[in-house]
């Protein structure tokens, strides 16, 4: 079992940058894929960036893409998502996310694929 515990939330104004940390305790990285997920006021939550196991395999959303990149460091067992020229749009509840049946080189983009989630960290990009 894994507990995640997400951190570096805030307000920021559209264009800034903003980097999220994903802290673990229990298993390793290397035993999960990792993912990022964010839910917007009355939206459904949705898929942000996920890496794999090995670290070298990594995925985004469509909507993202470009702007924001995840990372892993194995030594400190922490995940990041490094959001840059932020939106309004972007404005979300972030969560991290953790899969232990992920294969070493897969990334997931289904919630129903994670089984661990962090408690979520608040991002606001205003206009």
């Known amino acids: 079992q894994v507990q995640l515990v997400e951190s570096g939330g805030g307000l920021v104004q559209a264009g800034d940058s903003l980097r999220l940390s994903c802290a673990a305790s229990g298993r390793t990285f290397t035993t999960y894929g990792m993912g990022w997920f964010r839910q917007a006021p009355g939206k459904e939550r949705e898929f942000v960036a996920a890496?794999?196991?090995?670290?070298?395999?990594?995925y985004y959303a469509d909507s993202v893409k470009g702007r924001f990149t995840i990372s892993s460091d194995y030594a400190k067992n922490t995940m990041y998502l490094q959001m840059n020229s932020l939106k309004p749009e972007d404005t979300a509840v972030y969560y991290c996310?953790?899969?232990?049946?992920?294969?070493?080189?897969?990334?997931?983009?289904?919630?129903?694929?994670?089984?661990?989630w962090g408690q979520g960290t608040q991002v606001t990009a205003s206009s």
């Open positions: 996310a953790a899969a232990p049946r992920s294969g070493w080189a897969t990334v997931l983009t289904r919630e129903h694929e994670y089984d661990y």
């Open positions: 890496i794999s196991r090995s670290g070298g395999t990594t």
